[in-house]
Nanobody, 121 residues
Framework: QVQLVESGGGLVQAGGSLRLSCAASGSAFIFNVMGWYRQAPGNQRELVTTITSGGSTNYADSVKGRFTISRDNAKNTVYLQMNSLKPEDTAVYYC???????????????WGQGTQVTVSS
C-alpha cells in the first residue's frame, strides 16, 4: 500500500512563492518517478513537472524558469518550489508517483488527493 501526503498549498499574491511537499510511504516500493499535475476549473489535468529517482527532470513550458522540483530519496519526499507565481498558476495540484515493487517490474500509478494553490492579482 502506498500513501501520498501533500502539504504546502495556500493563497499567495502574484509574484510570491510557495513550496509544496509530497511524502510517499511504502517501504516495499521504489518510487521511480515523482511529480505534480495540476487542474484548473474547466481545464484538463496537465503535467507540471516530474523527477526520476536519478534526478532527471521535466517541466511544462509554462513553468520553466519559475518552478523547481527536487526530491529526498531517503525520505521518499518530493518538493516543488514555486517562485514568481502568476494567477494562471491557480489550480489544484496533485502529487503523482510511478512506483515498482523491489521484487518485480510491475508499475503502480499513485495520486495524492490534491492541494489548492490560489494566486491572486
Amino acid at each position: 500500500q502506498v500513501q501520498l501526503v501533500e502539504s504546502g498549498g495556500g493563497l499567495v499574491q502574484a509574484g510570491g512563492s510557495l513550496r509544496l511537499s509530497c511524502a510517499a510511504s511504502g517501504s516495499a516500493f521504489i518510487f521511480n518517478v515523482m511529480g505534480w499535475y495540476r487542474q484548473a476549473p474547466g481545464n484538463q489535468r496537465e503535467l507540471v513537472t516530474t523527477i526520476t529517482s536519478g534526478g532527471s527532470t521535466n517541466y511544462a513550458d509554462s513553468v520553466k524558469g519559475r518552478f523547481t522540483i527536487s526530491r529526498d530519496n531517503a525520505k521518499n519526499t518530493v518538493y516543488l518550489q514555486m517562485n514568481s507565481l502568476k494567477p494562471e498558476d491557480t489550480a489544484v495540484y496533485y502529487c503523482y508517483t510511478r512506483a515498482t515493487r523491489r521484487t518485480g517490474p510491475v508499475e503502480y500509478i499513485n495520486w495524492g488527493q490534491g492541494t489548492q494553490v490560489t494566486v491572486s492579482s
